[in-house]
């Protein structure tokens, strides 16, 4: 296979998250997961510890998620996708997600959630936003996006690479804060030393 450039509807389903009617920490504790932005980071994935258990309202279709989708915040100054490996138990993910549903196996998942988090797509998704207040993304801009379809293999390399490359900024992270207590604690121990 060639590389590819299409608009992302072109390859993907894009669905709105499951519409609630008031806050999500309004229902009664349920079974189902609800993931809101405050559960999701653009680095790590869904932090399903945090994620609120409820009872959905009865009536309307659920569209669970599954492992392969990809969640994209269309609220807000940061705009990210993260894709899913199999949820631990049925969830959806609030209105302020959408969807992303791969229609063909021609796009590996993560590769589309690393691609519309890079600088191409995110600028193309800044000036497409609206609202004055809360910037918004609306689903036909999200349709619209152009992305960039290499062969799987290619794919492949490009989402390994990336991961390699977070775990890494992940350990520097960790180092540079444990050297930053290790420097508070000398400057308590010397303080300590110094008023005996």
């Not at 653009?42 to 990809?70: H, I, K, S, Y």
């Not at 631990?88 to 021609?106: G, K, M, N, Q």
Request: glycine fraction near 8%; proline fraction near 6%.
């Amino acid at each position: 296979m060639i590389t590819k450039r299409c608009p992302l509807l072109e390859s993907v389903e894009v669905a709105a998250g499951h519409p609630l009617r008031g806050a999500v920490d309004d229902l009664q504790d349920g079974d189902v997961g609800v993931i809101q932005m405050r559960n999701v980071d653009p680095e790590v994935g869904v932090d399903w510890t945090g994620v609120a258990r409820v009872r959905l309202p009865p009536g309307r279709r659920v569209d669970f998620l599954r492992g392969g989708d990809v969640i994209f915040s269309t609220r807000g100054g940061r705009n990210y996708a993260v894709a899913l490996h199999e949820p631990p138990y049925a969830a959806v993910c609030s209105p302020h997600f959408f969807v992303l549903r791969t229609r063909t196996d021609a796009v590996h998942p993560h590769f589309l959630a690393w691609q519309i988090n890079q600088g191409p797509a995110q600028e193309y998704l800044k000036r497409e936003a609206t609202g004055s207040h809360i910037l918004n993304i609306r689903r036909e801009v999200v349709e619209r996006l152009e992305i960039v379809i290499p062969p799987l293999e290619r794919q492949a390399a490009i989402v390994a690479f990336a991961e390699a490359a977070a775990r890494e900024k992940r350990l520097l992270s960790a180092l540079i804060e444990n050297r930053q207590q290790q420097i508070n604690a000398l400057a308590v121990g010397l303080r300590a030393s110094d008023e005996e």
